[in-house]
């Protein structure tokens, strides 16, 4: 049973920076494309930043420039840097992996971790 794991979430003051983390365990086989998503109260969730397996990388407009997404592969984890920070970046944010396996696409979610920007 594939499983992700997020962590580095938190609280911090506009113009801060945090590190989300999320690891991914429960299978030998590597994934194709990783990344985040948020959801902000009374939203939606949104795409912030994805990654491939060859390391193309796609960002929501609103973090171009702010945030890195990266990943390493032989650990099956993706990252997510932020940098300046703020209040609109609040929301809880998700770790998404998917997978080819048997011809089929498996998509999975980790449970979310929480970031906050506030003064």
């Known amino acids: 049973q594939v499983q992700l794991e997020e962590s580095g979430g938190g609280s911090v003051q506009p113009g801060g920076s945090l590190r989300l983390s999320c690891k991914a365990s429960g299978t030998t086989l590597g994934f194709n494309t990783m990344g985040w998503y948020r959801q902000a109260p009374g939203k939606q969730r949104e795409l912030v930043a994805t990654?491939?397996?060859?390391?193309?990388?796609n960002y929501a407009d609103s973090v171009k420039g702010r945030f890195t997404v990266s990943r390493d592969n032989a650990k099956n984890t993706v990252y997510l840097q932020m940098n300046r920070l703020k209040p609109e970046d609040t929301a809880v944010y998700y770790c998404?992996?998917?997978?080819?396996?048997?011809?089929?696409?498996?998509?999975?979610w980790g449970q979310g971790t929480q970031v906050t920007v506030s003064s």
């Open positions: 990654i491939t397996s060859g390391t193309s990388t």
């Open positions: 998404y992996a998917n997978q080819f396996r048997s011809f089929q696409m498996y998509a999975y």
